[in-house]
Protein backbone atom coordinates (compact mmCIF):
# COMPACT_ATOMS: atom_id res chain seq x y z
CA UNK A 1 0.00 0.00 0.00
CA UNK A 2 2.85 2.36 0.97
CA UNK A 3 4.58 1.82 -2.05
CA UNK A 4 1.29 2.03 -4.57
CA UNK A 5 1.17 5.47 -2.74
CA UNK A 6 3.96 6.79 -3.43
CA UNK A 7 4.28 5.23 -7.11
CA UNK A 8 1.36 7.96 -7.93
CA UNK A 9 3.10 10.73 -6.11
CA UNK A 10 6.62 9.78 -7.94
CA UNK A 11 4.57 9.96 -11.38
CA UNK A 12 2.90 13.03 -10.61
CA UNK A 13 6.69 14.41 -9.50
CA UNK A 14 7.93 13.88 -12.84
CA UNK A 15 4.91 14.49 -14.72
CA UNK A 16 4.41 17.87 -13.47
CA UNK A 17 8.43 18.98 -13.96
CA UNK A 18 8.37 17.28 -17.73
CA UNK A 19 5.66 18.66 -19.68
CA UNK A 20 6.40 21.97 -19.64
CA UNK A 21 9.28 21.17 -21.84
CA UNK A 22 6.77 19.95 -24.28
CA UNK A 23 4.52 22.91 -24.13
CA UNK A 24 6.88 25.46 -25.30
CA UNK A 25 4.91 26.49 -28.33
CA UNK A 26 1.78 26.46 -26.97
CA UNK A 27 2.74 29.05 -23.85
CA UNK A 28 5.22 31.13 -26.49
CA UNK A 29 1.44 32.15 -28.38
CA UNK A 30 0.91 34.12 -24.79
CA UNK A 31 4.28 34.25 -23.65
CA UNK A 32 6.81 35.77 -26.42
CA UNK A 33 9.98 35.74 -24.61
CA UNK A 34 9.33 31.90 -24.85
CA UNK A 35 9.83 31.62 -28.27
CA UNK A 36 13.44 32.13 -28.07
CA UNK A 37 15.25 28.76 -27.27
CA UNK A 38 17.64 30.54 -24.69
CA UNK A 39 14.83 31.72 -22.96
CA UNK A 40 13.08 28.90 -22.31
CA UNK A 41 16.91 27.05 -21.28
CA UNK A 42 16.84 29.52 -18.71
CA UNK A 43 13.31 28.40 -17.50
CA UNK A 44 13.96 24.39 -17.33
CA UNK A 45 17.63 25.21 -16.10
CA UNK A 46 15.99 27.66 -12.78
CA UNK A 47 14.61 24.37 -11.66
CA UNK A 48 17.66 21.93 -11.98
CA UNK A 49 20.09 24.89 -10.30
CA UNK A 50 17.41 25.61 -7.37
CA UNK A 51 16.47 21.58 -6.79
CA UNK A 52 20.82 21.14 -7.04
CA UNK A 53 21.11 23.62 -4.48
CA UNK A 54 18.72 21.29 -2.06
CA UNK A 55 19.84 18.02 -2.86
CA UNK A 56 22.37 17.65 0.03
CA UNK A 57 19.76 19.40 2.42
CA UNK A 58 16.65 17.54 1.58
CA UNK A 59 18.46 14.23 3.06
CA UNK A 60 18.87 16.26 6.69
CA UNK A 61 15.47 17.54 6.47
CA UNK A 62 14.52 13.54 5.75
CA UNK A 63 16.25 12.46 8.89
CA UNK A 64 14.72 14.48 11.43
CA UNK A 65 10.96 15.44 10.41
CA UNK A 66 8.03 13.41 9.92
CA UNK A 67 7.96 12.08 6.64
CA UNK A 68 4.60 11.53 5.70
CA UNK A 69 4.33 15.30 6.52
CA UNK A 70 6.82 16.59 4.03
CA UNK A 71 5.56 13.93 0.98
CA UNK A 72 2.37 15.50 1.62
CA UNK A 73 3.28 19.23 2.01
CA UNK A 74 6.14 18.79 -0.95
CA UNK A 75 4.00 17.52 -2.72
CA UNK A 76 1.07 20.11 -2.15
CA UNK A 77 3.22 23.05 -2.82
CA UNK A 78 4.17 21.57 -6.26
CA UNK A 79 1.31 20.85 -7.13
CA UNK A 80 -0.10 24.51 -6.37
CA UNK A 81 2.71 25.71 -8.47
CA UNK A 82 1.53 24.03 -11.32
CA UNK A 83 -1.91 25.18 -10.97
CA UNK A 84 -0.26 28.56 -10.66
CA UNK A 85 1.74 28.01 -13.87
CA UNK A 86 -1.95 28.40 -15.72
CA UNK A 87 -2.12 32.04 -14.81
CA UNK A 88 1.24 33.24 -15.59
CA UNK A 89 1.35 35.83 -18.41
CA UNK A 90 4.93 36.74 -18.22
CA UNK A 91 8.54 35.21 -18.46
CA UNK A 92 9.58 36.00 -15.03
CA UNK A 93 6.76 34.65 -13.22
CA UNK A 94 7.26 31.24 -15.20
CA UNK A 95 10.64 31.60 -14.03
CA UNK A 96 10.22 31.72 -10.73
CA UNK A 97 7.20 29.67 -10.18
CA UNK A 98 9.53 26.89 -12.08
CA UNK A 99 12.32 27.34 -8.85
CA UNK A 100 9.89 27.11 -6.64
CA UNK A 101 9.22 23.89 -7.81
CA UNK A 102 12.65 22.76 -7.61
CA UNK A 103 12.64 23.82 -3.89
CA UNK A 104 9.30 21.35 -3.36
CA UNK A 105 10.23 18.61 -5.50
CA UNK A 106 13.39 17.91 -4.05
CA UNK A 107 12.40 16.91 -0.81
CA UNK A 108 10.40 14.24 -2.01
CA UNK A 109 12.97 11.70 -3.11
CA UNK A 110 15.05 11.54 0.34
CA UNK A 111 12.19 11.11 2.20
CA UNK A 112 9.86 8.67 -0.08
CA UNK A 113 13.03 6.19 -0.23
CA UNK A 114 13.73 6.41 3.15
CA UNK A 115 10.19 5.71 4.24
CA UNK A 116 9.76 2.67 1.91
CA UNK A 117 13.33 1.15 3.22
CA UNK A 118 11.58 1.63 6.78
CA UNK A 119 8.65 -0.76 5.78
CA UNK A 120 10.79 -3.24 3.67
CA UNK A 121 13.70 -4.73 4.77
CA UNK A 122 15.94 -7.82 3.44
CA UNK A 123 14.83 -9.44 0.02
CA UNK A 124 11.92 -7.15 -0.62
CA UNK A 125 13.70 -4.30 -0.21
CA UNK A 126 15.01 -3.77 -3.88
CA UNK A 127 11.66 -4.79 -5.65
CA UNK A 128 9.84 -2.54 -3.68
CA UNK A 129 12.55 0.72 -4.76
CA UNK A 130 12.17 -0.91 -8.24
CA UNK A 131 8.65 -0.40 -8.21
CA UNK A 132 8.85 3.15 -6.82
CA UNK A 133 11.73 4.22 -10.00
CA UNK A 134 8.47 2.58 -12.58
CA UNK A 135 6.68 5.65 -11.32
CA UNK A 136 8.80 8.23 -12.21
CA UNK A 137 9.68 6.76 -15.66
CA UNK A 138 5.89 6.38 -16.08
CA UNK A 139 5.75 10.28 -15.09
CA UNK A 140 8.22 11.61 -17.27
CA UNK A 141 6.04 9.51 -20.30
CA UNK A 142 3.04 11.14 -19.44
CA UNK A 143 4.13 14.38 -19.17
CA UNK A 144 5.68 13.51 -23.12
CA UNK A 145 1.99 14.18 -23.81
CA UNK A 146 1.64 17.43 -22.31
CA UNK A 147 1.29 19.43 -26.10
CA UNK A 148 -1.51 16.84 -26.72
CA UNK A 149 -3.87 18.04 -23.83
CA UNK A 150 -2.66 21.63 -24.32
CA UNK A 151 -3.62 21.16 -27.91
CA UNK A 152 -7.02 19.55 -26.79
CA UNK A 153 -7.71 22.04 -23.96
CA UNK A 154 -4.91 24.86 -23.39
CA UNK A 155 -2.02 25.30 -22.05
CA UNK A 156 -3.46 27.53 -19.17
CA UNK A 157 -6.31 24.24 -18.67
CA UNK A 158 -3.42 21.82 -18.81
CA UNK A 159 -1.07 23.56 -15.81
CA UNK A 160 -4.98 24.31 -13.70
CA UNK A 161 -5.82 20.02 -14.14
CA UNK A 162 -2.67 18.37 -13.53
CA UNK A 163 -2.39 20.79 -10.29
CA UNK A 164 -5.76 19.99 -9.00
CA UNK A 165 -5.19 16.13 -9.63
CA UNK A 166 -1.76 16.43 -7.48
CA UNK A 167 -3.33 18.65 -4.51
CA UNK A 168 -6.38 16.35 -4.65
CA UNK A 169 -4.07 13.16 -4.41
CA UNK A 170 -2.44 14.82 -1.10
CA UNK A 171 -5.68 14.59 1.12
CA UNK A 172 -5.75 10.92 0.02
CA UNK A 173 -1.87 10.56 0.91
CA UNK A 174 -3.29 12.05 4.13
CA UNK A 175 -6.00 9.39 5.32
CA UNK A 176 -3.80 6.87 3.90
CA UNK A 177 -0.11 7.04 4.07
CA UNK A 178 1.75 6.74 7.68
CA UNK A 179 4.96 7.14 9.31
CA UNK A 180 7.40 4.29 10.39
CA UNK A 181 10.80 4.77 11.82
CA UNK A 182 13.03 1.58 12.48
CA UNK A 183 15.02 3.99 14.84
CA UNK A 184 14.45 7.56 16.33
CA UNK A 185 14.84 10.52 14.29
CA UNK A 186 18.40 11.85 14.28
CA UNK A 187 17.12 15.13 15.62
CA UNK A 188 15.44 13.51 18.48
CA UNK A 189 18.40 11.39 19.84
CA UNK A 190 20.70 14.58 19.72
CA UNK A 191 18.44 16.24 21.45
CA UNK A 192 18.46 13.46 24.70
CA UNK A 193 22.38 13.63 24.42
CA UNK A 194 23.11 17.36 23.77
CA UNK A 195 21.99 20.32 24.81
CA UNK A 196 21.07 22.85 21.87
CA UNK A 197 24.56 24.62 21.04
CA UNK A 198 26.23 20.57 21.74
CA UNK A 199 24.21 19.49 19.13
CA UNK A 200 24.62 22.59 16.66
CA UNK A 201 28.66 22.06 17.28
CA UNK A 202 28.57 18.33 16.99
CA UNK A 203 26.08 18.38 13.65
CA UNK A 204 28.46 20.54 12.02
CA UNK A 205 31.74 18.46 13.33
CA UNK A 206 30.03 15.41 11.62
CA UNK A 207 29.67 17.34 8.25
CA UNK A 208 33.36 18.48 8.31
CA UNK A 209 34.69 15.10 9.09
CA UNK A 210 31.99 13.18 6.18
CA UNK A 211 32.87 15.71 3.41
CA UNK A 212 36.94 15.11 4.59
CA UNK A 213 36.12 11.67 3.90
CA UNK A 214 34.24 11.57 1.12
CA UNK A 215 36.87 13.86 -0.64
CA UNK A 216 39.88 12.70 0.37
CA UNK A 217 38.83 9.24 -1.33
CA UNK A 218 39.26 8.90 -4.84
CA UNK A 219 36.36 5.93 -5.92
CA UNK A 220 34.04 9.04 -4.79
CA UNK A 221 35.65 11.68 -7.02
CA UNK A 222 35.42 8.61 -10.11
CA UNK A 223 31.74 7.65 -8.97
CA UNK A 224 31.01 11.38 -8.93
CA UNK A 225 32.51 12.00 -12.02
CA UNK A 226 30.85 9.11 -14.08
CA UNK A 227 27.18 10.43 -12.63
CA UNK A 228 27.66 14.11 -13.49
CA UNK A 229 28.97 12.78 -16.90
CA UNK A 230 25.35 10.37 -17.12
CA UNK A 231 23.71 13.20 -15.70
CA UNK A 232 24.47 15.76 -18.84
CA UNK A 233 22.71 13.45 -21.69
CA UNK A 234 19.95 12.51 -18.94
CA UNK A 235 18.87 16.19 -18.86
CA UNK A 236 19.14 17.44 -21.94
CA UNK A 237 17.01 14.23 -23.39
CA UNK A 238 14.19 15.32 -20.56
CA UNK A 239 14.43 18.98 -21.42
CA UNK A 240 15.39 19.14 -24.86
CA UNK A 241 14.85 15.85 -26.57
CA UNK A 242 11.56 17.06 -28.00
CA UNK A 243 12.40 20.16 -28.94
CA UNK A 244 15.04 18.27 -31.01
CA UNK A 245 13.03 15.57 -32.37
CA UNK A 246 10.46 18.37 -33.45
CA UNK A 247 13.26 20.22 -35.53
CA UNK A 248 15.28 17.35 -36.98
CA UNK A 249 12.74 14.95 -38.00
CA UNK A 250 10.52 18.02 -38.88
CA UNK A 251 7.13 16.87 -37.06
CA UNK A 252 4.74 18.61 -34.45
CA UNK A 253 5.69 18.87 -30.77
CA UNK A 254 2.89 16.45 -30.26
CA UNK A 255 4.26 13.83 -32.08
CA UNK A 256 7.75 14.72 -30.84
CA UNK A 257 6.95 14.67 -27.11
CA UNK A 258 5.80 11.42 -26.53
CA UNK A 259 8.58 9.83 -29.18
CA UNK A 260 11.08 11.28 -27.39
CA UNK A 261 9.72 10.37 -23.42
CA UNK A 262 7.96 7.39 -23.96
CA UNK A 263 10.56 5.29 -25.84
CA UNK A 264 13.42 6.37 -22.94
CA UNK A 265 10.88 5.87 -20.45
CA UNK A 266 9.83 2.50 -21.19
CA UNK A 267 13.50 1.27 -22.46
CA UNK A 268 14.85 2.70 -18.88
CA UNK A 269 12.44 0.59 -17.01
CA UNK A 270 13.16 -2.41 -19.13
CA UNK A 271 17.29 -1.76 -18.18
CA UNK A 272 16.44 -1.24 -14.63
CA UNK A 273 15.11 -4.34 -14.29
CA UNK A 274 17.50 -6.15 -16.28
CA UNK A 275 20.64 -4.31 -14.76
CA UNK A 276 19.64 -5.12 -10.92
CA UNK A 277 19.28 -8.86 -11.33
CA UNK A 278 22.67 -8.91 -13.86
CA UNK A 279 24.59 -6.96 -11.28
CA UNK A 280 23.37 -8.80 -8.82
CA UNK A 281 24.37 -12.30 -10.42
CA UNK A 282 27.68 -10.84 -11.63
CA UNK A 283 28.92 -9.07 -8.51
CA UNK A 284 28.76 -12.67 -6.75
CA UNK A 285 31.35 -14.36 -9.19
CA UNK A 286 33.40 -10.99 -9.80
CA UNK A 287 33.42 -7.97 -7.49
CA UNK A 288 33.16 -5.49 -10.23
CA UNK A 289 29.94 -6.98 -11.77
CA UNK A 290 27.80 -4.23 -10.78
CA UNK A 291 31.13 -1.63 -12.06
CA UNK A 292 31.03 -4.01 -15.80
CA UNK A 293 27.13 -3.33 -15.58
CA UNK A 294 27.23 0.07 -15.14
CA UNK A 295 29.83 0.30 -17.96
CA UNK A 296 27.71 -1.53 -20.67
CA UNK A 297 24.69 0.79 -19.89
CA UNK A 298 27.13 4.24 -20.32
CA UNK A 299 28.81 2.51 -23.64
CA UNK A 300 25.54 1.61 -25.11
CA UNK A 301 24.46 5.37 -24.30
CA UNK A 302 27.08 6.78 -26.53
CA UNK A 303 26.10 5.62 -30.01
CA UNK A 304 22.47 6.55 -29.42
CA UNK A 305 23.81 10.00 -28.09
CA UNK A 306 25.42 10.24 -31.66
CA UNK A 307 22.43 9.08 -33.53
CA UNK A 308 19.79 11.49 -31.75
CA UNK A 309 22.35 14.22 -32.79
CA UNK A 310 22.99 13.00 -36.38
CA UNK A 311 19.76 10.91 -37.35
CA UNK A 312 17.16 12.36 -39.48
CA UNK A 313 14.39 9.31 -39.72
CA UNK A 314 11.74 8.54 -37.61
CA UNK A 315 13.35 5.07 -37.12
CA UNK A 316 16.70 6.44 -36.29
CA UNK A 317 15.32 8.40 -33.50
CA UNK A 318 12.98 5.86 -31.95
CA UNK A 319 16.22 3.27 -32.08
CA UNK A 320 18.20 5.81 -30.38
CA UNK A 321 15.86 6.71 -27.53
CA UNK A 322 15.01 3.02 -26.74
CA UNK A 323 19.22 2.20 -26.99
CA UNK A 324 19.91 5.52 -24.65
CA UNK A 325 16.87 4.70 -22.19
CA UNK A 326 17.77 0.91 -22.58
CA UNK A 327 21.76 1.87 -21.00
CA UNK A 328 20.51 4.58 -19.15
CA UNK A 329 18.40 1.82 -17.06
CA UNK A 330 21.77 -0.19 -16.48
CA UNK A 331 23.38 2.70 -14.82
CA UNK A 332 20.56 3.62 -13.24
CA UNK A 333 20.05 0.29 -11.09
CA UNK A 334 23.62 0.31 -10.07
CA UNK A 335 24.66 4.23 -8.70
CA UNK A 336 23.83 3.32 -5.06
CA UNK A 337 25.27 -0.23 -4.83
CA UNK A 338 28.72 0.87 -6.51
CA UNK A 339 28.74 3.69 -4.43
CA UNK A 340 28.24 0.99 -1.18
CA UNK A 341 31.53 -0.82 -2.20
CA UNK A 342 33.19 2.57 -1.63
CA UNK A 343 31.32 4.58 1.13
CA UNK A 344 30.88 3.08 4.60
CA UNK A 345 27.04 3.62 5.64
CA UNK A 346 27.35 6.63 7.70
CA UNK A 347 28.45 8.73 4.49
CA UNK A 348 26.14 7.77 2.17
CA UNK A 349 23.48 9.85 2.30
CA UNK A 350 26.03 12.89 2.34
CA UNK A 351 27.41 11.49 -0.66
CA UNK A 352 24.40 10.74 -2.59
CA UNK A 353 23.53 14.19 -1.64
CA UNK A 354 27.16 15.61 -3.17
CA UNK A 355 26.30 13.59 -6.40
CA UNK A 356 22.79 14.75 -6.99
CA UNK A 357 24.04 18.47 -6.59
CA UNK A 358 26.87 18.21 -9.20
CA UNK A 359 24.71 16.25 -11.09
CA UNK A 360 22.17 18.90 -11.88
CA UNK A 361 24.45 21.96 -11.68
CA UNK A 362 26.37 20.22 -14.97
CA UNK A 363 22.82 19.18 -15.97
CA UNK A 364 21.68 22.98 -15.82
CA UNK A 365 24.54 23.87 -17.48
CA UNK A 366 24.24 21.77 -20.42
CA UNK A 367 20.74 22.91 -20.38
CA UNK A 368 21.77 26.63 -21.36
CA UNK A 369 24.33 25.57 -23.20
CA UNK A 370 21.57 23.38 -25.57
CA UNK A 371 19.35 26.24 -26.03
CA UNK A 372 22.57 28.19 -26.94
CA UNK A 373 22.72 25.97 -29.69
CA UNK A 374 19.63 25.43 -30.38
CA UNK A 375 19.21 29.32 -31.69
CA UNK A 376 21.98 28.57 -34.26
CA UNK A 377 20.05 25.28 -35.08
CA UNK A 378 22.95 23.30 -33.76
CA UNK A 379 21.70 21.52 -31.09
CA UNK A 380 22.02 18.02 -32.70
CA UNK A 381 26.12 18.52 -32.33
CA UNK A 382 25.19 19.10 -28.66
CA UNK A 383 23.86 15.70 -28.24
CA UNK A 384 27.13 14.12 -30.53
CA UNK A 385 29.34 16.24 -28.11
CA UNK A 386 28.28 14.48 -24.96
CA UNK A 387 28.95 10.90 -26.19
CA UNK A 388 32.95 11.97 -25.28
CA UNK A 389 32.12 12.44 -22.05
CA UNK A 390 30.67 9.37 -21.22
CA UNK A 391 33.20 7.76 -23.19
CA UNK A 392 36.26 9.14 -20.73
CA UNK A 393 33.77 7.81 -17.51
CA UNK A 394 33.28 4.53 -18.83
CA UNK A 395 37.86 4.74 -19.17
CA UNK A 396 38.29 6.16 -15.97
CA UNK A 397 35.11 3.94 -13.76
CA UNK A 398 36.76 0.37 -15.61
CA UNK A 399 40.35 1.69 -14.59
CA UNK A 400 40.15 3.07 -11.14
CA UNK A 401 37.22 1.86 -9.69
CA UNK A 402 38.99 -1.54 -7.68
CA UNK A 403 36.73 -2.57 -5.14
CA UNK A 404 37.52 -4.78 -2.58
CA UNK A 405 33.92 -6.10 -0.88
CA UNK A 406 29.99 -5.81 -1.84
CA UNK A 407 29.39 -3.40 1.03
CA UNK A 408 31.89 -1.19 2.57
CA UNK A 409 30.61 -0.83 6.81
CA UNK A 410 32.96 1.39 9.18
CA UNK A 411 33.36 -0.68 11.75
CA UNK A 412 33.81 2.15 14.59
CA UNK A 413 29.87 3.62 13.27
CA UNK A 414 28.53 0.22 13.41
CA UNK A 415 30.10 -0.57 16.64
CA UNK A 416 28.72 3.05 18.13
CA UNK A 417 25.09 2.70 16.78
CA UNK A 418 25.18 -1.19 18.31
CA UNK A 419 25.85 0.62 21.83
CA UNK A 420 23.16 2.83 21.14
Not at 121 to 146: D, E, N, P, R
Not at 166 to 187: C, D, H, M, Q
Not at 311 to 320: D, E, L, N, Q, Y
Not at 321 to 346: E, H, K
Amino acid sequence: MVVGLLWVVALLNYMDRQMLSTMRASMAADITDLESTIMFGKVMAAFMWIYGFCSPISGIVADRVNRKWLIVVSLIVWSTVTLLLGYATTFEQVYWLRAVMGVSEALYIPAALSLIADYFTGKQLSLAIGIHMTGLYMGQAVGGFGAFVAEQLSWQQTFHWFGIIGIVYAFILVAFLFEKRTNEPASDLAKEQLPLKGTIIQGLKGIRSSLGILLGNIAFWTILFFFSSCSIPGWSTKNWLPELFASSLDISMVAAGPIATITIAVSSFIGVMIGGPMADNWSRRNLKGRIYTSAIGLAMMIPALILMGFGASIIAAVGAGLLFGLGYGLFDANNMPILCQFVSARNRGTAYGLMNMCGLFIGAFATDFLGSLAADGRMGLGFAMMAGALLLAVILQLCILRPTTLNKEDAASKAEFELQ
